[in-house]
């Protein structure tokens, strides 16, 4: 499976922007999807995720009711809505899929084998 990250850009604080996450090569319907983020000088943290085919998404606490992950029913894109972003989101933005990890790993991103190449968000205050 190989992923492709795009829709990144610069931004104002405030305004809305989509990523999109493309699958190639298989259906990520059986998979655990997410999106974890890198802001410069930090580690790669966990922003949002579904473990495996399951349709409740999962947030972090610096995300949740600003972002909002989806999915389509063909398994082969995946989103990231982020409503009201703010400068702290600034960061590279990557997708990432897994099969196997189990529901308390879905935010630790040492568990996925596939990454998207990465999308640069910036946010302008």
């Known amino acids: 499976v190989q992923l492709q990250a795009s829709g990144g850009g610069l931004v104002q604080a405030g305004s809305s922007l989509r990523l999109s996450c493309a699958a190639s090569?298989?259906?990520?319907?059986?998979?655990?999807l997410a999106w974890f983020r890198q802001a410069p000088g930090k580690d790669r943290e966990f922003v949002a995720g579904?473990?495996?085919?399951?349709?409740?998404?999962i947030y972090s606490d610096s995300v949740k009711g600003r972002f909002t992950i989806s999915r389509d029913n063909a398994g082969n894109m995946m989103y990231l809505q982020m409503n009201s972003p703010k400068p702290e989101d600034t960061a590279v933005y990557y997708c990432?899929?897994?099969?196997?990890?189990?529901?308390?790993?879905?935010?630790?991103?040492?568990?996925?084998?596939?990454w998207g190449q990465g999308t640069l968000v910036t946010v302008s205050s």
């Open positions: 990432a899929a897994d099969r196997g990890l189990i529901y308390s790993s879905i935010g630790n991103a040492q568990q996925y084998d596939y």
């Open positions: 090569g298989g259906s990520l319907s059986s998979y655990s």
């Open positions: 579904y473990f495996r085919n399951n349709r409740a998404a």
